[in-house]
Every structure is written in C-alpha cells, then in structure tokens.
Nanobody
C-alpha cells in the first residue's frame, strides 16, 4: 500500500490549506481502503512526530490534538481512497512536514499504523 500526501505549501498566518492523502497499490481497492482507520501526523523542525487528527474507517469517529481542535477538520472519501485535512486559521507553529498513516484506532485516540506515507511540507509565515 502506498500513501501519497499532497497539498502542502507556503501560506500566511491566518490562511487555509487542504491536504490530501491518496492510497493505492497493485491489489489495493477502495474496499480495502475503507477497512482502515486513518490519521494525519506532523513533524516540525527539530521536534518529534505528533498526531494531528484521526478518523475511523466509516468517518463517524474523529479525534484531534488540542493544538488544532477547532481549526483543522479531517474527512475521508472511501470511494476515492483518500483522506483529507482541511486546515484553517493557520499559525506559524503549524509549520511541519505532514504525513498520513493507515491502521487501526486504539483506545486513547491512538492509531496503530500499518502503513506510513511520504510527507508534504506546510510552511506558515508570520
């Protein structure tokens, strides 16, 4: 399974971006995608990776890190095998490489990831 994130770029503080993460594979179908819970994670320069948002396989359950709650929205389109992250009211501290992962949700808003994707860089200028 390959996960490809896109949509990053340079944006001014207060602006918005929408990230996409498309899943694919030689024998991977949209049905397979719908069996995975998905998550967005980020890693800022000089810092460790942190979770940003998680979404269940059917989209009914979502979790957000306190730092992005109310500003970011995670969603998914199983027919397109894609998960999205709508980011609004961006702050300089949101600057990071954002990547997606596929796996299974666990108690405590954790994702046991089976697959990780390549990241996309988001830079927020002040």
């Amino acid at each position: 399974v390959q996960l490809q994130a896109s949509g990053g770029g340079l944006v001014q503080a207060g602006g918005s971006l929408r990230l996409s993460c498309a899943a694919s594979g030689r024998t991977f179908s949209s049905y397979d995608f719908s069996s995975y819970d998905m998550g967005w994670f980020r890693q800022a320069p000089g810092k460790g990776r942190e979770y940003v948002a998680l979404i269940s396989w059917n989209g009914e359950t979502t979790h957000y890190a306190d730092s992005v709650k109310g500003r970011f929205t995670i969603s998914r389109d199983n027919a397109k095998s894609t998960v999205y992250l709508q980011m609004s009211s961006l702050k300089p501290e949101d600057t990071a490489v954002y990547c997606c992962a596929a796996g299974q949700l666990r108690v405590g808003a954790q994702l046991m990831a089976d697959y990780w994707g390549q990241g996309t860089l988001v830079t927020v200028s002040s």
